[in-house]
């Protein structure tokens, strides 16, 4: 699976993005695709990941009820909504994908894509 992270930008803190991640190469519904951040000077953390099929979607506790993770497998494409965003959501955002969503969540997915760099001013 190939995937291409797009969408990151600058935007003032309370403000909104929206980070598209587009996949090609193998069956898009097989695998979970979720979103990573690393922040400058700081570890990669995981953000959101919905299940292969979608319906079933799982947040870190610093991004719940803000951010919202969807997928179109129609289109290949999974997206991450950011509202209310804050100046500490400033990070490099990768997608992630493996046909085991444990996979994406622990940080040891099959497949990464290139990062898009979100940078939130105060």
């Known amino acids: 699976v190939q995937l291409q992270a797009f969408g990151g930008g600058l935007v003032q803190a309370g403000g909104s993005l929206r980070l598209s991640c587009a996949a090609s190469g193998r069956t898009f519904y097989n695998y979970a695709v979720g979103w990573v951040r690393q922040a400058p000077g700081k570890e990669r953390e995981f953000v959101a990941v919905v299940k292969r099929r979608g319906g079933s979607e799982y947040y870190a506790d610093s991004v719940r009820g803000r951010f919202t993770i969807s997928r179109d497998n129609a289109k290949d494409i999974v997206y991450l909504q950011m509202n209310s965003l804050k100046p500490e959501d400033t990070a490099v955002y990768y997608c992630?994908?493996?046909?085991?969503?444990?996979?994406?969540?622990?940080?040891?997915?099959?497949?990464w894509g290139q990062g898009t760099l979100v940078t939130v001013s105060s």
């Open positions: 992630a994908a493996d046909q085991v969503l444990h996979s994406v969540v622990v940080l040891s997915p099959e497949y």
